[in-house]
């Protein structure tokens, strides 16, 4: 069938099978050209990454295997293709994963399943102990909607809604480029609490505590999660807002961490630049700041996205061998060329003087807009839209190499995957960030 983006309200229905895996290799691409220099870094030896099909934890993934040849599993919630749908993309991006690093015989598994229950955590021990892991590195980079307590079985939905009064900014449309007011009332606390149940650090210390029990952490580990502040426009939707409450929670876990594991621990929250995610695209008010800013950095030529930004997370930051820097809070900044005070001045300069007239001279909404489709498959260089595809066929490098099957040298597992698989339809894939 021939698979053109179907987008509703921000929100992309479907992917491109070859798209996806296209991007991916570009991915792997940039960080193997990079890996070069990583030769005097001793880099993570066993990683776990949840989140790992799309965005940052994506970038995570591949930046461990492809940058310092380390094992990695990964978790993320897919929905598996048919003969006549899509799956989501991070199905397709796994799939592309998986295949590259069977080429390279990197051990590497991937497991497709809800990384809030019991059971994935379980599936997860067992996996690190049937390919004899201990993970020294854990990265938690989900992005949810919802969230299934696994204790009570009460299902919870995160909202982006300011605290305490109504939001009004400025936003516009990537596709019809046209800006208009976004308008969003108050959470109430039962909403703010069920925003920071799903996205603040409750879960990620579920999974450290579990690790930990099991064994499977090495000494002296370390965990990230990933969070944003942005500029002050955005603060009462996001930093101020339910989001930002839970990214609180999330920051404030980093310091229970450590704790946890007697094996030792290092635990952090990684500030990471505002880019084009399945996550991201939701916000309202953030697609015209994003456009802004990405116009801005782009002519600056400081412009990153996922893959450049966690390249520097492990060269820059986590493996330097010099001891980490951290800001004020103890957090990691991986933003400070987005929020460089020059950069900031003009995005906000912009903001004042944005009209329909000169938007697309201020902002790179066109940037937005490729990324969006990007992140979906679509609009990928290389890839031929013209010609017909199966949903379910192999991207092109599995393809030439085969799929990995369990046993066969440590590599991917995709059979054991698609029993929880969710609905790409019925949710934004991710939703916060
Ligand atoms: N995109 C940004 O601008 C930005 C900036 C800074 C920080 N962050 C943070 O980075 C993290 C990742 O966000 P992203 O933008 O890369 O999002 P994304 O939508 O690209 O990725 C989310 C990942 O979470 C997985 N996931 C969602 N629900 C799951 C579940 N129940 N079980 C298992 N996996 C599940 C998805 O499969 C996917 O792999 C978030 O914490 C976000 O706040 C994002």
Redesign the pocket.
């Known amino acids: 069938m021939l698979i053109k983006p179907m987008v509703r309200n921000s929100i992309c229905i479907n992917a491109h099978p070859l798209g996806c895996a296209a991007d991916t290799e570009r991915q792997i691409e940039y960080v193997r050209e990079r890996s070069a220099s990583y030769g005097r870094l001793s880099g993570p030896k066993a990683v776990l990454v ?10 995570t993934r591949i930046g461990a295997a492809f940058g310092f040849r380390a094992p990695t599993v ?5 929905k598996e293709p048919s003969e006549t749908s899509t799956g ?1 993309p ?1 199905w397709y ?1 796994n799939r592309a994963f998986d295949a590259a690093a069977t080429a390279e015989a990197l051990p590497a598994l991937t497991l ?6 019991k059971e ?1 955590k379980a599936r997860a021990i067992e996996t690190a102990r049937e390919l004899g892991l201990k993970f020294d590195l854990v990265v ?8 299934t307590d696994p204790e009570s079985g009460e299902m919870y939905r995160s909202v982006i809604k300011p605290i305490g009064g109504p939001y009004r900014g400025l936003t516009v449309d990537p596709f019809t480029k046209e800006l208009s007011y976004a308008e969003v009332q108050p959470a109430t606390q039962a909403e703010t609490a069920a925003t920071v149940k799903v ?1 603040g650090g409750e879960d990620w210390e579920l999974w450290i505590r579990a690790l930990a029990e099991a064994g499977v952490l090495a000494a002296g580990a370390t965990t990230v ?4 502040v ?1 500029p002050k426009l955005s603060w009462p939707i996001y930093r101020e807002g339910t ?1 930002g409450a839970a ?1 609180a929670h ?1 920051e404030a876990t980093a310091a229970r961490l450590p704790a946890l594991a007697p094996v030792g621990l290092h635990a952090y929250v ?11 695209a939701v916000i309202p008010v ?1 697609p015209l700041y ?1 456009s802004l800013l990405f116009r801005v950095m782009k002519d600056r030529g400081i412009h990153e996205d ?1 893959i450049a930004q966690i390249d520097r997370l492990y060269r820059e930051r986590l493996y330097t061998g010099a001891p980490l820097q951290l800001d004020e809070a103890g957090r990691i900044r ?2 400070e060329l987005e929020m460089g005070q020059a950069v900031q001045a003009e995005v906000d300069a912009r903001i004042q003087r944005v009209t329909a007239e000169n938007l697309m001279e201020l902002a790179d909404v066109e940037g937005f807009r490729l990324d969006f489709l990007r ?1 979906h498959g679509f609009e990928v260089e290389g890839v031929d839209y013209g010609a017909e595809v199966s949903p379910i066929g192999l991207p092109l490098r599995q393809a030439r190499h085969g799929a990995g099957k369990r046993g066969s040298g440590l590599v991917a597992a995709p059979e054991k995957s698609s029993s929880r698989a ?1 609905d790409a339809s019925a949710s934004p ?5």
């Not at 999660?225 to 944003?228: G, K």
């Open positions: 949840l989140g790992c099909s799309t965005g940052y934890g994506l970038a990964g978790v993320s919630y897919e989501t991070g991006n497709n399943g809800d990384a809030f229950s994935t938690y980079s989900l992005a949810s909607p919802v969230r996205m999660a990933y969070s944003y942005g989001i990214k999330l990684s500030i990471n630049k505002a880019l084009v995610t399945r996550a991201s953030i994003m996922c991986l933003d992140a969710m894939p991710s939703g916060l960030v």
